[in-house]
């Protein structure tokens, strides 16, 4: 079993709706989680972080944490065609270092 | 200028060859790390530094050597290349963040194409 799961997509949805991407780890022991966006080509880039269970949001992006069912999610409001990309999670354990999972296609049709 | 730079940003060589990666960070970040990406199969750690004396390995350190030069300079050698070893590689850097979360910021990446 991998360490850090994302449903592989690829995922479609038009502009102006609601994209969510999910992602599921098996270390409980995990302590930070975060979201990264890469455009093809290109390097990742940070998005958001978190590490309380709950919601968090910045702009367009909620991350949100569930520690007890080890799920963690990104919904992106309003998609534009700018958030086409690949969507890596990656979940930071007792060693401090990341497990990335495979990521996830998204794909904004205009 | 770029906060983490790469050099090369591509290269072609042949199965035998000695080849270096250089990563470069004006970040001031302790904190250093190579990954390679393939498709389908996201990012996996090679090796990774915490300070100039602390050199780790990774979930695939086989065939890889680093050595951590300076706080800013963190350079990855393929000793004798082989075609597996095609990838996209990435130097990321990382400092302690809030609720010690280490957020990872990363390089333009290397191309990698062993013939």
């Known amino acids: 079993q991998k360490e850090v799961e994302q449903n592989s997509g690829p995922l479609s949805v038009p502009e102006g709706a609601i994209a969510s991407l999910n992602c599921t780890y098996s270390?409980?022991?995990?302590?930070?989680f975060f979201w990264y966006r890469q455009y093809s080509g290109k390097s990742p880039e940070l998005i958001m972080f978190i590490y309380s269970n709950g919601d968090k949001e910045d702009g367009r992006f909620t991350a949100q944490l569930n520690k007890a069912s080890q799920y963690v999610s990104l919904l992106i409001r309003d998609s534009q065609p700018s958030d086409s990309a690949t969507y890596l999670c990656a979940v930071s354990g007792s060693a401090r270092q990341l497990t990335f999972g495979s990521g996830t296609q998204l794909t904004v049709l205009p | 200028d770029a906060d983490v730079t790469q050099t090369p940003r591509n290269r072609i060589t042949k199965t035998g060859k000695r080849i270096m990666l250089e990563c470069s960070q004006t970040k001031g970040h302790d904190r250093m790390y190579w990954y390679r990406q393939d498709p389908g199969l996201g990012l996996r750690l090679i090796y990774y530094s915490f300070d100039v004396k602390d050199i780790n390995k990774g979930e695939i350190s086989d065939g890889y050597s680093v050595s951590r030069q300076a706080q800013a300079k963190f350079s990855l050698s393929l000793e004798s290349a082989i075609p597996n070893q095609t990838a996209l590689y990435f130097c990321a850097t990382s400092d302690i963040g809030v609720g010690g979360a280490d957020e990872q910021y990363f390089g333009p990446g290397t191309r990698l194409t062993v013939t």
């Open positions: 270390d409980r022991g995990s302590q930070s």
